[in-house]
C-alpha cells in the first residue's frame, strides 16, 4: 500500500520560500510511467494542481503558479519537495501530495500552510 506524508512548516511569512516535503513509502518515485503531484486547496475554494514530477525526474508546473514554483526529488529517500517562493496570503491553503500511475491514485492527508506576517 502507498502511502504519502507531508511535512513542513505551518506558518510562513509572506515574501519567504514555503518548503514541503512528501515522504513516499510502499512504493518508489521513480517506477516507470508514475507521477508525484502537489495540490493546494485555498480556503473557500477548490482544488489547483501546482505541478508534478515525473519518474524521469523531469517536473511540469500549472501556469498560474510556474514562475515562483519549483519541484524536485531526493531518490535516496523516496521524497519529493515542493518550493513555493515569494509568498503572499493568497498563498495560503492545505497543501496535499499525490501520485501514482496517474499521478492522483494516492494522497497525502494534506497540511495546512498559512501565511501570515
Known amino acids: 500500500q502507498v502511502q504519502l506524508q507531508e511535512s513542513g512548516p505551518g506558518l510562513v511569512k509572506p515574501s519567504q520560500t514555503l518548503s514541503l516535503t512528501c515522504l513516499v513509502s510502499g512504493g518508489s518515485i521513480t517506477t516507470n510511467l508514475h507521477y508525484w503531484t502537489w495540490i493546494r486547496q485555498p480556503p473557500g475554494k477548490g482544488l489547483e494542481c501546482i505541478g508534478y514530477i515525473e519518474f524521469t525526474g523531469k517536473s511540469y508546473y500549472g501556469p498560474s503558479l510556474k514562475s515562483r514554483t519549483s519541484i524536485s526529488r531526493d531518490t535516496t529517500k523516496n521524497q519529493f519537495t515542493l518550493q513555493l517562493s515569494s509568498v503572499t496570503p493568497e498563498d495560503t491553503a492545505i497543501y496535499y501530495c499525490?501520485?501514482?500511475?496517474?499521478?492522483?491514485?494516492?494522497w497525502g492527508q494534506g497540511t495546512q500552510v498559512t501565511v501570515v506576517s
Open positions: 499525490a501520485g501514482g500511475g496517474t499521478g492522483l491514485d494516492y
